[in-house]
């Protein structure tokens, strides 16, 4: 007899958690139900979790659907499935469970199961078993119980049983039709599951929309794209979680295009690549985590002494040293800002999701390109493992910084001196390439004076210092570096940047809608910051809070150190591992200003 069931909070969003142990295709389950769902033209938006482990050990991924866009992290979960209780002791903190929700497990696993699990209103939950291993046995496929869950939940949430079909059979079918045949198999078998179950209450269908198919990215695919649009030539890098996929798909692509990319043999020799790269005229990029961007430090300087284009794409992590490889954090700030000796500005701009990571890419390339500067992109493990489905004209041209340049070359006239350091009204010289005639000129981290030459004037230091500064007040005169959304009359303004931003959008759109109208200002430019507009921002707001994901308040410091009148500022803030979630930022505010 099936058994009623109301299911609470967060149901127009429905999220589901599909957890296991490494090998058992949870994610593969999860990537195949958002790929169905971009078909159909809803909103998804997956995160992944990992274990620290090369191999093995814990996997689990939270698939949000909706037919509206989504932005802020999953707050509760509706439908669960656990293939592992053995492993599923990293995730007893992170699950919170909705009044109402349904778990389920694979009855050969079920004597693990936990005995207090309950849900976000302390309600007891029993899990309900489901024969998935002993179905994938008899369908002579005991590794398709993966895919059996794809049913079940295909089933659950009522997705057009023809969408998941297309979806195995474009990603197995190379393996040949029998086994494609098998996977539909079970794909089937999965519903009928699903169908012996009560349909929640309050759990809508989720039938097609009158859209066209959307495009389902990670942060990482599309960061990869927008270096790859803006005509990136030549990739050095060390394999480093969470930013591997970028290494990878450069490996992929690069070659076919007249690229090279190379494996290093650490981050150090990686960077050092990149700028021999960038001196001989190519478009570099390079792709890191917070351990390999500490030891590119030395390096960056030297980029910016000698005015070498190059853009580092940093994925953080957990930190400080090791850290926490597969968790997210927005700790590597201080090092992006302050991450070299003497006075070496750099750019530093930071994406707020999947799309803002291929735009700031590509407008990392427009800057180091146009302004002969190192400009490192602040993502995250939040941003760069989550898939989101964006519309398919989600990189159409027309916006802004989507322009393709190169650097500026020199007009050299025969007999004339080559000034690569000039000085002069415009701070960008024009760069040389190798082998070009009249081109020739002295390059080291000595300070120097126009033409390259070492010197010990101090004028000439002072002066090349001005030099590059200038170019960071050029660029902001340029772009305006953060965005504002909410209210024309909101009385609270929330700051944040990076992929924190999601969540506090959300959070200012519930207090608004509580009588509290909220304004949320997401920085986007982090070094050179825009002062003077952040500065007349926050002066006309009542109360103004902080939200970030470090333990210190990093942000919340460098916006204090830059002049921002925020020492009555409501700080929210804590370490990494799991994102902020609009409720904890909620949370904050309410008891701060009821």
Request: aromatic share 6%.
């Amino acid at each position: 007899m099936k058994q009623a069931v109301t299911i609470g909070q967060g149901a127009s969003c429905p999220c589901v958690f599909l957890m296991g142990s490494g090998g058992d295709g949870v994610v593969t389950a999860g990537d195949l139900l958002a790929r169905a769902v971009a078909n159909a033209g809803l909103h998804c938006q997956m995160v992944k979790s990992f274990g620290p482990q090369i191999r093995g050990g814990e996997s689990g991924v939270w698939l949000q659907i909706s037919p509206q866009p989504i932005q802020g992290p999953a707050e509760q979960v509706q439908i669960a499935v656990v293939l592992s209780w053995r492993s599923f002791g990293p995730f007893a903190r992170q699950l919170s469970l909705a009044p109402g929700a349904l778990v389920f497990q694979d009855e050969q696993d079920a004597a693990l199961a936990p005995p207090d699990l309950r849900d976000a209103g302390g309600q007891p939950v029993t899990p309900r078993s489901l024969p998935l291993q002993k179905l994938a046995d008899e369908l002579e496929a005991p590794r398709s119980r993966n895919i059996l869950l794809v049913g079940f939940i295909a089933g659950l949430l009522q997705l057009p049983a023809a969408l998941i079909p297309e979806v195995l059979q474009r990603k197995f079918g190379k393996r040949g039709a029998e086994v494609a045949a098998t996977l539909i198999k079970a794909f089937h078998r999965g519903r009928e599951l699903a169908d012996a179950q009560a349909r929640p209450a309050g759990l809508p269908a989720l039938a097609p929309v009158e859209a066209e198919a959307r495009l389902l990215l990670s942060g990482n695919d599309a960061a990869s794209l927008g270096a790859l649009h803006a005509g990136v030539e030549f990739f050095a890098g060390y394999p480093i979680t969470p930013a591997s996929e970028i290494m990878t798909a450069m490996a992929e692509h690069l070659p076919g295009r007249g690229g090279m990319m190379i494996q290093a043999e650490d981050e150090i020799s990686a960077i050092c690549m990149l700028l021999g790269a960038s001196f001989g005229g190519k478009k570099a990029l390079t792709s890191t985590s917070g351990p390999g961007l500490s030891l590119m430090v030395e390096a960056l300087g030297f980029a910016t002494q000698i005015e070498l284009p190059c853009v580092i794409i940093d994925v953080q992590r957990g930190g400080p040293s090791t850290g926490m490889p597969t968790k997210t954090e927005q700790s590597d700030l201080q090092l992006a800002v302050y991450g070299a000796h003497g006075d070496a500005p750099r750019v530093v701009i930071a994406p707020e999701n999947v799309r803002t990571c291929f735009d700031a890419t590509v407008k990392a390339f427009y800057l180091a390109e146009k302004y002969q500067t190192p400009v490192i992109v602040l993502s995250d493990q939040q941003l760069g493992h989550r898939e989101e489905t964006l519309p398919a004209t989600a990189f159409d041209e027309g916006h802004a910084f989507r322009t393709v340049i190169a650097r500026r070359l020199p007009d050299v006239k025969p007999g004339e001196p080559y000034k690569r350091f000039a000085l002069g009204d415009d701070p960008v010289s024009p760069m040389a390439i190798p082998g070009m005639e009249g081109g020739t000129y002295r390059t080291s981290g000595i300070i120097h004076d126009e033409a390259g030459n070492p010197t010990v004037s101090t004028d000439l230091h002072r002066r090349m210092s001005e030099k590059l500064q200038r170019k960071m007040t050029l660029i902001l005169a340029e772009m305006p570096g953060y965005r504002l959304e909410g209210p024309a009359h909101a009385d609270t303004l929330l700051l944040t940047w990076g992929s924190t931003a999601g969540a506090a959008c959300d959070a200012a759109a519930r207090r608004t809608a509580e009588g509290r109208p909220t304004a949320v200002l997401i920085v986007e430019l982090l070094y050179p910051l825009p002062t003077e507009a952040l500065r007349e921002h926050v002066a006309r707001y009542r109360h103004v809070a902080v939200a970030e994901l470090t333990f210190s308040g990093q942000f919340l410091r460098w916006l204090r150190a830059n002049g921002l009148a925020l020492e009555q500022a409501l700080a929210i803030h804590r370490g990494g591992g799991d994102p902020l979630t609009t409720s904890e930022i909620l949370q904050r505010m309410r008891e701060a200003w009821t």
